[in-house]
């Protein structure tokens, strides 16, 4: 149980060009889900909390209207990185919670390369 | 905020001898600490969570990993190493969401295993 997957794996686009991953759970209804960046060689960075039906809640630093989150139903939430550069070449990965204060489960990350 | 130190970079032991990884966190309540794992180019797998009772806690993989609140630290140990633990390591702290579930993980800058046959 408690499965999060994240598609696509890797992804290559075109700067200026927009790309959208997907997060999902796959066997059951996660409330809230969480969106983190990491660069290369670096640690994880929260980037974001969204809670199915709300907007998203951005940490301070983060581009809201570059990285659009969409959480629409409890087993879905979208990133989507808009007019994306060679700068936003990251590894991403999101993580789904189910119960207030247990774990979230993460999924496999999406690494995305802008060229 | 909360925030989480890992002091050791990289660190190389030999397969079969002890290894523990240090960390250090920061918060202001009652912490729930994880310690992951990631190999190159992959997520993260976790390894053990500690959010209350025994402070010392069993993980996947023979490691396990002791709170304790008076040195705020959370250190990841394994009495024998195998060479398939050669991985980043990821200590995080886990704050409470007011709504929803799961927590937001700050985690530590990482520390690098190499193990030596």
């Known amino acids: 149980g408690a499965v999060v997957s994240q598609h696509p794996s890797r992804v290559i686009c075109k700067s200026g060009t927009s790309v959208k991953i997907e997060c999902r759970s796959l066997?059951?209804?996660?409330?809230?889900m969480f969106w983190y960046r990491q660069f290369p060689k670096k640690s994880l960075m929260l980037m974001a909390t969204?809670?199915?039906?709300?907007?998203?809640?951005?940490e301070q630093g983060v581009e809201k209207d570059k990285f659009l989150i969409n959480h629409a139903s409890l087993t879905l939430s979208t990133l989507t990185v808009t007019s994306a550069h060679p700068e936003d070449s990251s590894f991403y990965i999101c993580?789904?919670?189910?119960?207030?204060?247990?774990?979230?489960?993460f999924g496999q990350g999406t690494r995305l390369t802008v060229v | 905020a909360q925030s989480v130190t890992q002091p050791d970079i990289h660190i190389t032991v030999s397969e079969g001898a002890s290894l523990e990884l240090r960390c250090n966190y920061s918060?202001?309540?009652?912490?729930?600490l994880f310690w992951y794992v990631q190999s190159p180019g992959q997520g993260l797998q976790l390894l053990l969570k500690?959010?209350?009772?025994?402070?010392l806690v069993q993980g996947i993989k023979g490691f396990e990993a002791e709170f304790k609140r008076s040195q705020s630290s959370f250190n990841l140990r394994k009495p024998s190493v195998h060479w398939s633990d050669a991985a980043e390591y990821f200590c995080?702290?886990?704050?409470?969401?007011?709504?929803?579930?799961?927590?937001?993980?700050?985690f530590g800058t990482g520390t690098q295993l190499k193990v030596e046959l």
């Open positions: 993580s789904a919670g189910q119960t207030v204060n247990t774990e979230a489960f």
């Open positions: 066997d059951f209804q996660a409330t809230t």
């Open positions: 969204s809670n199915e039906g709300s907007k998203a809640t951005y």
């Open positions: 918060y202001g309540a009652t912490p729930y």
């Open positions: 500690y959010f209350s009772g025994d402070t």
């Open positions: 995080a702290v886990g704050a409470e969401v007011l709504t929803g579930g799961g927590n937001k993980l700050t």
